[in-house]
């Protein structure tokens, strides 16, 4: 078979092109596969959920989790057994409620006794005024099991009850394991519906047979080793990695990963019509789409890893765990994917195969008529999108408050509707129990403090061990509120004022609320640190100032209409109760990180066509040669976010929803039209201080040219 030679002024293929070369790394990666797949498998042996793992490091409620993990029999997990009936408690009912708790402190010994002279009638034991309910609360030491393995068991133990006497099992460990619950699986289930939604989207994309199979292996095999190498992080480093952040990675894999395919698909499909050879077109193809490539790569692990910056333990596990996956896909895309291509040749593209030819006819397409109709009417396309997004970011008005626990999930389980219950009979407890942790010389000024601190319904001392004392904190107000949030961090204020006591403050509502401050700090330092690192990868790619300033303008400004319109439909819509905690700072990543990639694809050969022809004319070939192919990514990439929303979890939906209508919103609107019409109205001043920003040299006395005469001249 022939070999082009290489065009004029361009260095030749070289011993990329060796015919050895694609069955070399071909056979590399099945190695690789074969020593990750058994390590990959092993991934969900170390991601965590527990409390002492994921808190904030520095965080009060952090050294209160650490410090019960610490202690003789472990941390308690608290349930609260809600007992109710319409009509009214009945004397059969009070005996079986008793019964029920006997058997259950005889099967799980609390670690946790009552003190002398205090009875049953207390929080562990109490009737309702109202006297249609009656509850007690059960602490399970952790050596029991954890939440998910004991919440099923104890409410199969109170099945034996009277007729329409209503149980809930709730309390703050029943909403860890009904939380635990839903994750189960989930990794599976993500993965599976990815790999579903990718391959029907690459099925539509090429219409072809084959061809959506060879991204789809290639991907496959970036995933095995991004799960393996995270596994071997997590046992290198000691990295935190949660459910949420390895269902995040699989997304992230499977997204990027088919987006570089399809970019490189591309630049592969154009070199096979001037190169009859195939590993010389895709050669050609690699140096024309690896840049950019490399760059959005680039961008993206930049920004993850801003996320160590974070004190947050699960935010910052997010970082090198994501790193890592997108690293694993773009090594993938660029070596396996390329050699799968080379060895199956032109026909893997049947039917539409891509003739060799010196002489290739360009058809105007829809992109090309875009980008005329974007010439004539610049400042129209410009403010025109200008005021989408800025309708869309007035959503930002709608309800941003923080999302509670309860609230988190889609359909409410036993241990929600418990709260609601207890919150009607026992309004005076109907908070999160909080723990208080000190030294036992100070135990009864402690209490007392507690006990005097507004908000508090009740204070119940506990044992002694290891050196410190507990007290139950029992708050008066809902779970997850602001009046709760502000009866803790009066306790915290009490308990410190204590001298010697050294006295300490955590529970869920704790954690929660310390999860908070730190996110709210954490987005404070990571966000203009994202900002910083984006613009520095974007300024070295376009060797440009004013470009990426533009860029990194129309994306954050298309993050705030994304974060606008999500909130709209979460508050108008979908009946949300609030955004979690973790959403703003997950999307604005990933947002700005994968956003500005469609720019990069698009910014990168603007500045290619553009040394040939001139600005203008080089970003309307760019955006009619990445059109297509960027749109086509981006409808992946927002799919594979869109998997998130079908899991039953309040905060998954909103980050799939959320990123997905961002990343539309940049490859249909910010790409497709601002950003080309903002550079038709700037001109070359786009690429200042780079030489492509400098007039052309005219003879003395001439008149300057304008933009479109001087593209001309270029020409």
């Known amino acids: 078979m022939a070999v082009n030679a290489a065009p004029s002024g361009e260095a030749p293929p070289g011993r990329l092109a060796g015919r050895w070369v694609p069955w070399l790394v071909i056979g590399l990666w099945l190695v690789l596969t074969v020593v990750m797949v058994p390590l990959s498998g092993k991934l969900s042996s170390v991601t965590t959920d527990k409390a002492a793992d994921t808190l904030p490091a520095g965080a009060e409620s952090t050294k209160v989790a650490v410090l019960e993990d610490s202690l003789p029999g472990g941390e308690d997990n608290t349930f609260v057994f809600v007992y109710h009936r319409d009509s009214g408690m009945t004397d059969t009912d009070r005996a079986t409620v008793e019964r ?38 059960l602490d399970v030491s952790t ?46 289930q993500v993965l599976l519906t990815t790999i579903v939604v990718v391959t029907l989207l690459l099925i539509i994309t090429y219409r072809s047979p084959v061809l959506w199979l060879i991204p789809l292996v290639a991907v496959g095999a970036a995933a095995v080793t991004s799960m393996a190498t995270v596994y071997l992080l997590v046992k290198g480093f000691g990295i935190v990695v949660n459910d949420q952040n390895s269902a995040l ?17 591309a630049r592969y499909r154009e070199a096979l019509h001037h190169h009859e050879n195939v590993r010389v077109a895709m050669v050609h193809a690699l140096r024309g789409a690896a840049p950019a490539i490399v760059a959005s790569a680039a961008t993206v692990i930049a920004g993850l890893l801003c996320l160590l910056v974070a004190d947050l333990n699960s935010t910052s596990g997010l970082g090198p765990v994501g790193a890592a996956g997108i690293l694993c896909a773009l090594v993938a895309m660029l070596t396996l994917f390329p050699a799968l291509l080379v060895v199956l040749g032109r026909r893997i593209f049947w039917p539409a195969i891509p003739r060799f030819s010196t002489a290739v006819e360009e058809k105007p397409g829809l992109w090309v008529r875009l980008g005329a109709a974007i010439s004539r009417r610049r400042w129209v396309a410009t403010l025109g999108s200008l005021a989408v997004l800025g309708v869309l970011a007035l959503g930002l008005t709608s309800n941003t408050g923080a999302l509670r626990e309860q609230d988190q999930f889609v359909s409410a389980p036993e241990s929600v509707t418990g709260f609601t219950i207890l919150r009607q009979h026992f309004p005076e407890l109907g908070g999160q129990p909080m723990t208080v942790f000190t030294r036992p010389a100070h135990q009864e000024r402690v209490l007392d403090v507690v006990k005097g601190t507004r908000g508090v319904a009740a204070a119940i001392p506990g044992e002694t061990s290891g050196g410190w004392t507990d007290i139950s904190v029992f708050p008066t107000d809902a779970p997850d509120t602001v009046a709760e949030y502000d009866t803790i961090k009066r306790v915290r204020t009490a308990v410190h004022a204590v001298s010697g006591a050294e006295a300490i403050v955590g529970g869920p509502s704790a954690e929660h609320l310390d999860t908070e401050v730190t996110t709210s700090r ?13 613009l520095v990868v974007l300024a070295l790619l376009l060797r440009a100032v004013v470009a990426p300033l533009l860029l990194m303008a129309t994306v954050v400004v298309s993050f705030a209409a994304a974060f606008g319109g999500s909130v709209f439909v979460f508050d108008k819509i979908l009946g949300f109760k609030g955004v979690d905690y973790s959403v703003p700072l997950l999307a604005f990543l990933f947002l700005v990180a994968l956003g500005v990639d469609y720019n990069i694809f698009l910014a990168s050969r603007a500045r290619e066509e553009t040394a040939r022809l001139g ?30 929303v079908s899991l039953p979890l309040v905060m998954l939906i909103e980050v799939g929803f959320l990123v997905a209508f961002g990343v539309l919103l940049d490859a249909l609107l910010v790409r497709s039209i601002l950003v080309p019409a903002l550079t038709l109205l700037i001109g070359r001043r786009m690429w200042w201080p780079s030489r492509l920003s400098r007039p052309v040299e005219l003879p003395p006395g001439q008149r300057p040219l304008a933009d479109d005469e001087e593209s001309a001249l270029q020409r």
């Open 100 to 137: 029920h708790y006997d058997t259950l402190a005889k099967r799980y010994p609390p670690k946790v006794a009552a003190p002398a002279g205090e009875d049953d009638e207390g929080p562990q034991m109490s009737p309702s005024t109202d006297g249609k309910a009656m509850m007690f609360t």
């Open 143 to 188: 050596t029991y099991g954890e939440p998910e393995a004991i919440v099923g068991p104890l409410r199969d133990a109170a099945k034996d009850r009277p007729a329409g006497l209503a149980l809930e099992v709730t309390g703050p460990a029943a909403v860890e394991g009904d939380m635990d619950a839903v994750f189960d699986g989930i990794d599976l």
């Open 249 to 265: 990675l699989t997304i992230l894999v499977f997204g990027v990963g088919t987006d570089y395919a399809l970019l490189l698909i």
């Open 522 to 534: 954490d987005e404070k330092l990571v966000i203009p640190l994202v900002l910083m690192v984006v």
């Open 615 to 644: 600005t203008r004319e080089g970003m309307l070939k760019a955006l009619s040669a990445t059109g297509g192919v960027i749109t086509s990514a981006g409808l992946v990439l927002a799919a594979t976010f869109g998997v998130l």
